[in-house]
């Protein structure tokens, strides 16, 4: 692949990262079907590990399956566009970076959360939205792979 069409390809990554980090600000900060009509009166946080995702287990027919899969599930894919263009954007890439970069990100949404009063600083929240992003990675690397695959063989055909 030339140097201009990686360059292209990067760009594109970046005006997605871009639209992505837009809709992440409004679906945790601003999103009215989401619980964000305002601010609470106190702090709310949990500091103890698997706490949350526990008591979501252990309640999940007292909470139904929509709560339990949005808490869960949806703060693990949430972040899996980060993970990937974050590294579709980026020169250099790697798991560490994409894994520092993910927990970083999260710790600050969660730390917005808790001085602003809307929702609640979740550790369960940052080890979900982390595993996101590596998964994320994951994706991107798959894609990556095939995509240059792709391209040696389409090289060898010339």
Known sequence: MS????????????????????FLVYFLFLAEW????????????????????????TYREQLGMFAVFA???????????????ISMAAERR??????????????CVELVQLVTRVGSFDVDDILLNTIGGILGYILFAICNGIRRRYHVRREKRR
Do not use: M, Q, W
Request: charged residues 20%; positive net charge; proline residues 1%.
């Open 3 to 22: 140097t201009r069409h990686a360059r292209i390809i990067r760009t594109f990554g970046k005006v997605l990262f871009v639209l992505y980090i837009v």
């Open 71 to 85: 808490n869960l599930f949806g703060n693990i894919l949430i972040f899996v566009p980060y993970g990937f263009f």
């Open 34 to 57: 989401y619980g964000r009509t305002g601010t609470g009166e106190d702090y709310r946080y949990n500091l103890e590990l698997f706490r949350e995702i526990r008591r979501f287990i």
């Open 94 to 107: 790697g798991f560490f970076k994409t894994l520092f970069c993910s927990f970083g990100l999260s710790l």
